[in-house]
């Protein structure tokens, strides 16, 4: 059996559907669903939205890693819902399951994001991967 591939996308949830941010979220989307490639996002609006849309648009599998503490319904195009008690329960989820990372530009949350990943990959507690920025 096949492992699944998985590419986590970072991104601003307050970015509109006619954005730059959701454009490329939406393209990455699609581009990493025809490669076969499930992509795994914060599952919200935004550029959350974007790519799960993009990669559905495509055929692809999306996993949306929520927060219980959220009252925002998550975007309608998740494939599969992953429930977190708090934020770092779900920073986990994010980084643990993928093999690759794109951050697009956001906010204080990507930026959180983006720090975690790198400092994982610096100090070895995650094998080495891609991490791309866009934006």
Known sequence: M??????????GSRCGQES???????RAGQLLAEAGITI?????????????RGARERGGRVLG??????????????????AS?????????LI???EGFIAIRGGAGTVTELSL?????Q????????LVLLG
Do not use: D
């Open 123 to 130: 100090t070895g507690v995650i094998e080495r991967c891609p």
């Open 96 to 98: 643990t399951r993928s």
């Open 117 to 121: 990943v790198w400092n994982k990959l």
């Open 2 to 11: 096949t492992k699944e591939r998985i590419v986590t996308i970072f991104g």
């Open 40 to 52: 795994c996002t914060g599952g919200y609006l935004g550029v959350m939205e974007g790519a799960s």
């Open 65 to 82: 890693v929520l927060m219980n503490q959220f009252k925002a319904e998550p975007n309608r195009y998740l494939t599969e819902k992953v």
């Open 85 to 93: 008690a708090h934020f770092y329960e779900r920073l986990q989820n």
């Open 20 to 26: 730059e941010e959701y454009s490329q979220a939406r």
